[in-house]
Nanobody
Framework: QVQLVESGGGLVQPGGSLTLSCAASGSIFSINAMGWYRQAPGKERELVAHIISGGTPSYASSVKGRFTISRDSAKNMVYLQMNSLKPEDTAVYSC???????????????WGKGISVTVSS
């Protein structure tokens, strides 16, 4: 009923930039929050950035000052602008959203399939 699809990943050189996009579609009444996680090989999943409706974005300390999360509420989309990329940013990035499908229930978390970002020369 609800689908999240990421785009914009790929290979980039250290110091470069990349923008990830995530589109939510389906039976959506409202979106309470959206954000991005990442998981590098052999490491635990890490919350990268998070934005609650009407709230201030929050970031992992490892990306603060380099990454910017933004939302387009009209389009049900969330973006992650990544600058000054480092090899340690290499990971699979997954979009998530806390979505209410009806006004009568609380939100549930939905996830995209993930998209690969590789930072390498």
């Amino acid at each position: 009923q609800v689908q999240l699809v990421e785009s914009g990943g790929g290979l980039v050189q250290p110091g470069g930039s990349l923008t990830l996009s995530c589109a939510a579609s389906g039976s959506i009444f409202s979106i309470n929050a959206m954000g991005w996680y990442r998981q590098a090989p052999g490491k635990e999943r890490e919350l990268v950035a998070h934005i609650i409706s009407g709230g201030t974005p929050s970031y992992a300390s490892s990306v603060k000052g380099r990454f910017t999360i933004s939302r387009d509420s009209a389009k049900n989309m969330v973006y992650l602008q990544m600058n000054s990329l480092k090899p340690e940013d290499t990971a699979v990035y997954s979009c998530y959203a806390d979505i209410m499908t009806t006004p009568y229930r609380g939100g549930m978390d939905y996830w995209g399939k993930g998209i690969s970002v590789t930072v390498s020369s």
